[in-house]
């Protein structure tokens, strides 16, 4: 008997540490594994897969290839779907820079602006079209503004190529803080 048990290790299942000896009678084969089995014993591994996460694990490795196989065909038939869905995004960006737009020549141009006196009063200029503007932040700044207010680099520079950028309002509000410290000296 203890002769049998020296030619026959025994090995701990790793889940319900049951002694076992280390045949393929009681752990299935894994040849990665030392030993050649797996840390698991045959009972707990066939409770796993019977358990809902072990089912999930086991779909999800089944349908792997054929998985990918059908985004891409997804992608493929939806294509269209999808250059249409970003022109639809592209407009609703297009429609809030032209928003931006008309304010930025409010404050800029229009002396009843209530902002007129920050930016036209100081001078600032708007050196875009509305069309030239919406081009250089959508193809070259390649920003996207949604939810962001537009800011000059330079405080004292114009709203031009290369001195504007789109931030949060939190950082706007920051800036022009500081922009008035400065002032103060
Ligand atoms: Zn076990």
């Known amino acids: 008997m203890s002769n049998c048990a020296v030619l026959t290790p025994i090995k701990v299942c790793a889940t319900c540490k049951q002694k076992f000896p280390a045949t393929t009678e009681y752990f299935y084969k894994r040849a990665a594994s030392p030993g050649g089995l797996q840390s698991q014993c045959k009972k707990c591994i066939k409770a796993w897969k019977r358990s809902s996460a072990g089912k999930k694990s086991q779909k999800k490795s089944n349908q792997s290839p054929g998985h990918k196989v059908s985004a891409k065909k997804y992608r493929q038939t939806h294509k269209i779907e999808t250059a249409e869905r970003n022109w639809a995004r592209r407009q609703t960006i297009v429609g809030h820079l032209r928003d931006v737009f008309s304010n930025m020549k409010k404050r800029c141009y229009d002396p009843n602006d209530r902002n007129y006196k920050y930016y036209g009063g100081r001078g600032i200029k708007v050196c875009f079209t509305s ?55």
């Open 131 to 185: 069309d030239e503007f919406v081009h250089y932040v959508v193809d070259d700044l390649q920003e996207d503004p949604i939810g962001l207010t537009i800011d000059r680099i330079d405080n004292d520079g114009n709203y031009e190529r290369g001195n504007i950028r789109f931030v949060s309002q939190a950082v706007n509000n920051q800036n022009r803080r500081s922009y008035k410290k400065k002032k103060k000296k």
